[in-house]
Structures are given as structure tokens and as C-alpha cells.
């Protein structure tokens, strides 16, 4: 009995006993996501983060929707929704013309009479012909300039196209000719020398005269550049108002730039930005001339900036329209000038034939172009030039497909705005 009561002992002592209530809380440890209460032990566990999906907006997925919209995704509703934007577009210019029918009426009357003016015989006549050419070439030149800048889903740099080899062949012409009195007509549409004998000195031309002679389209061009930077602006502040979630690419670039958060290193498109940001919220007026002066992709990006950040409308307007149409244009000018003068374009001609393989066949061809257009230059009747070189055919096509495109991105961005209707419709009637 003896040795049973040692056994029954010895099994009580080998037996753990059960943990109190006490005890079993000092071992649990609770588990956050945060570090409020990690605890260094054999029990904690770190957060495996598995099973955290964050859920995406509404508008963000309207959003997503929206980007799908395109010609080359959905043709057919890509095409109806553009056509239903075009005329909701047209509704709305309606109904804002009757609302101000009484200005509207008043400046009906006054195109009525300036048409009067305008038609009437009179002495006056030849000058408001050459005022009349001279306004449509300035609208003619806004125009280009603000499709450069406007975007509307992508840029046309009517700068490439069209004012950099207007500056071009006012350039060469003025060699060829030694003058820059262009007869008008035909000049701006085409360029022909003057009738002038015996022009035999040539420091007439200089690269000041010819900036002179292009200054006006130029400056021109420049304000349609500054013009066209006004909706980044707008729609920048106008989404920092309503605090509404921004459409736009750049924007929303913007925005997670600003509330970035992490160390990681920047890269240097966003150094650039940063330069950029506080350059334009510190210094101002002078942040913005400064950044407008000189060509940088980044300047859409100064237009949003000023626009989340309230910037008033006519400091960054005027800085804006003076970087662009004095300073930058000067600028671009300059470089267009002296790279197509007669010394640098000789030069760069006759080492042409240095490069390898299709060297000597560029060379041939540069020189055949640069021949028919010094004959174009000067009047000759008995002098026929089939005017279709295989480079103006190839300048023509990439001009055409850069045109067709934003044409293209035109149509997209319509039927974008239409589905943006419709979402925030269906918002509001929820």
C-alpha cells in the first residue's frame, strides 16, 4: 500500500498543473497592425499583411472605364459618345447665349457695324485690307500656337510643323536674295525674292533683321502657347475647390507626388518637379516667368501647381504669356536662325558625306532639295520645277499623320467627357 501511495505521488508531481486565469493572460500577447503593442517574445507574431486588399473607389473605377473608351477599343461607342458630347456641347452654348442675350445682341450690333465699315467704299478701304490681313495672320499664328499647348488628350507642336520652317525659309531666302523685302503678295504663303537688280552687299541681312522679319508670328505663336496653358490651370483649381477625385493623368501624378510618403529615393523627373514646385510657390511671378522662359516638358506641371495651390489667375496669366512670347520666343528664334544660316547649313551639307553607308545618297538629296528651293526663290517663267521631291512627300505624310491623330485624340476625349456626364449623373441620383 505503501509503495501505491509513493507511485500516486510521484504521478501527481509528473502531472503539470492547469494554468489560472492569471496566468493564461500573462502569455497571450494581441496582435496589431500597428506598433502600439508588439511585445519582444516567443509569442508575438508579425502582421503577414495577407488578405488586406484596399478597395478601389467608384470613381476610380469610373475612371478606369473611362480610359477604355477609345477608338481603337470601342470604335462604335467611342464614336456615339462623342457625338452626344458635341451636342450636349452645343445645348449648353445655346442655352448661355440666351441667358446673355442682351450682351450678345450688343455685340451683334457691333460686328454689324464694323461689317458696314469694313464693305463700304471709301478711301478707307486700303487699309482696312491691309489691317484685315494682317489680324487673320495674327489669329492665324494664335490658333497654332494654342493647339501646341492645349492638349485635348495630346499636343500638335505646331512649332515643328509649322513656325519652325516658316522661320527656316525666311532664313535661307534672305541669302539667297540678300534682302528680306519679300514682295507682298505672295509672302507669308510663299516667299519670293525681289525684283531688285544689282543687289550685290549682303550685311543687310543679319540674324537681327531676320528675327525682325518672323518676330510678329512668332510672338503671336507665343501667346497661343500661353493661352493654351490655361485648362491644366483651371481644372488644377478647379478640382482643388470641389475636392472632387481629378481625371486628368497629370494631375493625379501631381497629387501623389505631393503626398508622397516612404523612403524611397527620388528619381530625377521627380527632383525636376520638386525644383519646379518650389520654385513656383516661393518665388511666384518670378518662379513662373523663370520656368517659362525656357523650353521644358514640365510646364504643364507650373500650370498645375498654380492651380491647386490658388495661385491668383493674372499672376500666373502674365507671367506665363511673357515667358512664352518674349522670352522663350527669342530664344527658339535665335537657335532656328543660326542653325539654318548659309555657313552652318554649307558646313553641315558637306559633312554629310562623312557618315556611313547613306551618307553620300543624303548628301545628293540635300543638295537637290536645297537647288529646287533656290529656284522656287526667284521668278522664271520659262523655268518649270516639278514641285513633289520625295522629302516634301515625306514632311507632308508625317504632318498628315500628326494631324489625323489629334484629330483622333479630339474624338476620344469627347466621348471620355460624355461618360464623365454620365457617371457623375448617376452620382447625383443616388
Known sequence: MGKKK?????????????PSASTVTSYVRQVTFDESSKEPGDYYMEPSGRGLITSPSIGTLNRL????????KRPFQ???YAVREILQLLIEFITYLWKHKARILFCLFLCAIGTYICYAPGAHQKYIESWKVKLLRCLYWIGLGILSSVGLGTGLHTFILYLGPHIASVTMAAYECNSLDFPEPPYP???????????????????WSIMSK????????????????????????????????????????????????????????????EIMEKAVTRLGFFGILSFASIPN???DLAGITCGHFLVPFWKFFLATLIGKAVFKMHLQMFFVVLAFSENTVEHLIVHLKDVPLFGVQLHQKLMEYLAFQKIKLHKSGAVHVEDSTMLQKGASFIVTSMVVWFLLSIINSLAQNWHKRLCNAKKKAQ
Not at 6 to 18: C, K, T
Not at 65 to 72: A, G, M, N, P, S
Not at 220 to 248: C, H, N, Q, V
Open 189 to 207: 504663303e510663299r516667299i519670293l525674292c525681289p525684283n531688285v537688280e544689282g543687289i550685290v552687299e549682303t550685311a543687310i541681312v543679319t540674324m
Open 6 to 18: 509513493r507511485s500516486h505521488a510521484q504521478n501527481a508531481e509528473e502531472i503539470p498543473s492547469v
Open 214 to 273: 518672323v518676330r510678329v508670328e512668332a510672338l503671336m505663336w507665343g501667346a497661343g502657347t500661353a493661352l493654351g496653358e490655361l485648362p491644366p490651370y483651371f481644372m488644377a483649381k478647379a478640382a482643388r475647390i470641389s475636392g472632387e477625385e481629378p481625371d486628368d493623368e497629370e494631375y493625379r501624378e501631381f497629387l501623389a507626388y505631393i503626398n508622397r510618403n516612404g523612403p524611397t529615393a527620388p528619381t530625377f523627373t521627380d527632383k525636376c518637379k
Open 65 to 72: 472605364e473611362r480610359q477604355k473608351i477609345v477608338l481603337w
Open 297 to 299: 516638358p514640365f510646364f
Open 78 to 80: 467611342t464614336i456615339h
